[in-house]
């Protein structure tokens, strides 16, 4: 019998990860690879670590200690990304560098955007049909989004240490990474091409710009319809959509743990007079997030 109850014990027991790096980093989180690799390079005296198919780059950059990584695509992977390089890592700040698209029409492809808040736009009711308009299956805060068609947004449930939990429709990055984004902003000057060559592929015919605010919006959704731009552009006064801010927000937050987000635009989710540019612009975009992301990691405080 004390044989048995020892072995459910084991059994019940859940594994505790070891941390594995006790100096205080700031997280440069990336989403996927042409991403990571504008940063890489960036990151002296490297050390690599390996947990559940994933690369964790510790070192320096600008002289502070930085641990580099990829959340991967879409927001159940950097939710779960996020919440374990917070288990096995020291985190002082999360940092993010990455490509989205655009959804403001004053913003042009290469602009990099550090929203101040993040929502998930695809946190929603589905809504039956009643007559001409719809019927939501609970009933719809006052402060929420108006919706899309059948789709009424609900916001997510959570809380943390200090604050009890309760319905967000958006979570706010830290406010005072993003007064120094302000003025890092300010002494950057953004690429119009990644070659050089003012001719070549995937070169802007201006310089891009940096804006700082408005609400950046995440779904695991490859956007790029332009009635739906319309739709966020208005409802959330979004500036831009990805596949991944939003989730590492809401994760950051759940740990009280400060996070920003630089993102810069590879193309218009729909608003493009003609195909999705993604593929074109996608290394010029990665590369003026990094280097923002550079600057704004260098004025950090010690």
């Not at 990304?81 to 989205?100: E, H, K, P, Y």
């Not at 979004?238 to 801010?245: G, Q, Y």
């Not at 927000?249 to 993102?263: D, E, G, L």
């Amino acid at each position: 019998m004390k044989i048995l109850l020892a072995l459910l014990a084991i059994v019940a027991t859940p594994a505790v990860a070891e941390p594995l790096d006790a100096i205080p980093r700031t997280v440069v989180m990336t989403a996927f690879a042409p991403e990571w690799e504008s940063l890489a390079h960036s990151v002296d005296t490297p050390k690599t670590y390996k947990i559940n198919g994933l690369t964790f780059l510790t070192g320096t950059m600008a002289g502070k200690p930085v641990l580099l990584m990829q959340s991967g695509v879409s927001m159940v992977n950097a939710a779960m990304n996020t919440q374990l390089v917070l288990d096995r890592f020291t985190v002082r700040r999360i940092v993010f560098s990455g490509i989205a698209g655009g959804v403001d029409p004053a913003l042009s492809i290469g602009d990099v955007v550090v929203p101040e808040h993040w929502a998930q736009y695809l946190e929603v009711s589905f809504a039956r049909k009643a007559g001409e308009g719809w019927t939501p299956p609970e009933t719809t805060d006052a402060d929420a989004p108006k919706n899309y068609g059948m789709m009424f947004p609900r916001g997510v449930r959570v809380g943390n240490a200090t604050e009890p939990a309760r319905r967000h429709y958006a979570f706010p990055v830290d406010p005072a990474m993003l007064a120094l984004a302000r003025k890092v902003a300010a002494g950057v000057k953004l690429r119009r091409c990644v070659s050089g060559d003012a001719k070549a592929a995937g070169c802007l015919a201006e310089t891009p710009k940096i804006v700082v605010g408005g609400t950046g919006v995440s779904a695991g959704v490859y956007a790029d319809n332009a009635e739906f731009r319309t739709y966020l552009s208005q409802t959330y006064k979004a500036p831009v959509l990805d596949m991944e801010s939003a989730a590492v927000a809401q994760v950051a937050y759940a740990n009280a743990v400060p996070v920003i987000v630089f993102r810069s635009l590879s193309d218009l989710a729909g608003g493009d007079a003609g195909a999705n540019q993604m593929t074109v612009f996608m290394e010029l975009a990665a590369v003026n997030s990094a280097d923002v992301v550079r600057a704004f990691v260098a004025a950090l405080p010690n």
